[in-house]
């Protein structure tokens, strides 16, 4: 089983839509968990984290289900400006110790249409 | 501030050759990372660094070395270019305070090698 799997996708859909992205992740010792985005050909930018109660960020709702190590992104009314790809990732260590302990998924790409 | 800058944005070599793509962050991050992405591959760590004179290996480090002389400095050589290291380069620079961290990528070095 992959570290950390998503929904490769694509996903296309309508301008106001609502999108969910789902991760799984293998290590139930793992730390934290974020959302990135990665427009095409440019690098990779922090969403937002996801944290155990949930937290929410305008449109956009992150979820963790520790029990199931389940992390999930909701997108409400998308924009065409959401268009990207969406990567799950997941840091396995204790930061100070093992920064390189972040294991990205393989992203899932959206296209929002007009 | 400029952020994580990268040179080149892009670069071909020949097999057999060796280069070095450079990182810089003016943020004063201790931690400090490299990783290559391919397509269906997702973002993979090469070596990472803790702090000025600390560097280790990531998922993938072989054919390539980094050093770590300063905070701002972290360069990437390729000690003998192969068409297997044809990819994307990022580098990354964060912190990590009191629970919370976040990743800042560079644009990226795109590396084809013939």
């Known amino acids: 089983r992959k570290e950390v799997e998503q929904d490769p996708g694509p996903f296309n859909v309508p301008e106001g839509a609502t999108v969910a992205f789902n991760c799984t992740y293998s290590?139930?010792?793992?730390?934290?968990f974020f959302w990135y985005r990665q427009d095409c050909r440019k690098e990779p930018k922090l969403l937002m984290s996801v944290y155990s109660s949930g937290n929410e960020d305008g449109r956009f709702t992150a979820q963790l289900n520790r029990a199931s190590q389940y992390i999930s992104l909701l997108i409400r009314d998308s924009k065409l400006s959401d268009s990207a790809t969406y990567l799950c990732v997941v840091n396995n260590g204790f930061y100070g110790g093992s920064q390189g302990n972040l294991i990205f998924g393989k992203g899932t790409k959206l296209s929002v249409k007009p | 501030n400029a952020g994580v800058t990268q040179t080149p944005k892009f670069q071909v070599l020949k097999t057999g050759q060796s280069m070095t793509l450079q990182c810089a962050q003016d943020?004063?991050?201790?931690?400090m990372s490299w990783y290559r992405q391919d397509p269906g591959m997702g973002l993979r760590l090469i070596h990472y660094?803790?702090?000025?004179?600390?560097?280790d290996q990531g998922e993938v480090p072989n054919g390539y070395n980094v050093s770590r002389s300063t905070t701002e400095d972290f360069p990437l050589r390729l000690l003998s270019a192969a068409p297997s290291q044809t990819s994307v380069y990022f580098c990354?620079?964060?912190?990590?305070?009191?629970?919370?961290?976040?990743?800042?990528f560079g644009p990226g070095t795109r590396l084809t090698v013939l």
């Open positions: 660094s803790v702090g000025a004179g600390i560097t």
């Open positions: 943020m004063n991050h201790e931690y």
């Open positions: 990354a620079s964060s912190y990590y305070r009191g629970g919370q961290g976040e990743q800042f």
């Open positions: 290590n139930s010792a793992s730390q934290s």
